[in-house]
């Protein structure tokens, strides 16, 4: 009788996806694009036409570099008979592949939000509710961790699991409806100082997201929100980037202006 064998990836593979080539402001607008998606859904499915947000804030720690990052919106949230299945850390499954029947959407491998997370730090935390704050549940995984113990694991957490802080910085930075918060630990040395990533942002959210946000768009992508980069209450990013322009820098006149 032939011998069935354990081919089960090796946590090794780990070491390829961490070098995707993302820089990191892809690493952030992959997470920021699942946001939009979340707000879009909530926006398409409630009277709801205001209000929505993502904020990107970092959390300063030694050197003026951040020690974690959190992208936080209040988009529609996860739901918990997907989260708890453990596939938003899974390498290869993808929740967009299965709601679309097909092999073509950007997130349809499974690695966007993990190839992300890898690129940004060493730990993945996910809180999310769909309804409020007093439901809310989380998932969290450490690529170190996986690495060291050589197990593919990672921990749902239940209503009963979620600290009092996490339940407190939801609250204080998603509000008391649905959302989601993405915190990011163990910065790696590639992301620069917190001046500098909200300095970047700034400037290339407002060209790169430039459809979803001016409200003069033609595309149909608009939508009725504002990203945020800094503390927790900053001004949001522009929102009057021309959509037709094709750089985030504007074209500087040297001979014939004014």
């Known amino acids: 009788m032939s011998k069935i064998m354990d081919i089960t990836p090796s946590t090794e593979i780990l070491h390829a996806t961490a070098r995707t080539g993302y820089d990191w402001t892809q690493a952030v607008f992959e997470v920021v694009d699942n946001s939009i998606d979340a707000i879009r859904s909530k926006s398409d499915t409630t009277t709801n036409k205001k209000g929505y947000f993502v904020h990107i804030h970092a959390v300063q720690g030694d050197r003026k570099r951040p020690e974690s990052l959190r992208i936080i919106d209040n988009g529609a949230g996860i739901k918990k008979d997907f989260l708890e299945t453990g596939a938003i850390f899974s390498m290869g499954r993808s929740e967009t592949r299965t709601a679309s029947a097909a092999d073509d959407y950007t997130g349809a491998f499974g690695m ?95 060209h790169f997201y430039r459809h979803i946000l001016n409200p003069d768009s033609k595309l149909g992508y608009t939508l009725p929100i504002e990203i945020r980069t800094g503390s927790r209450d900053p001004a949001p990013v522009a929102n009057t980037n021309d959509p037709l322009c094709t750089a985030f820098h504007r074209t500087q006149v040297f001979i014939g202006g004014k």
């Open 112 to 206: 966007g939000l993990k190839a992300a997370a890898q690129t940004l730090g060493q730990s993945l935390k996910v809180l999310t509710t769909t309804t409020d704050s007093d439901a809310l549940i989380g998932a969290h995984v450490n690529f170190k961790e996986i690495l060291t113990n050589n197990k593919w694991e990672a921990k749902f957490l239940d209503i009963n699991d979620i600290t009092d802080a996490d339940r407190d910085l939801f609250r204080k930075m998603a509000g008391s409806s649905s959302g989601t918060i993405i915190v990011i630990d163990g910065i790696n040395d590639c992301v620069p100082t917190t001046s500098a990533i909200y300095t970047t942002l700034q400037k290339k959210i407002a």
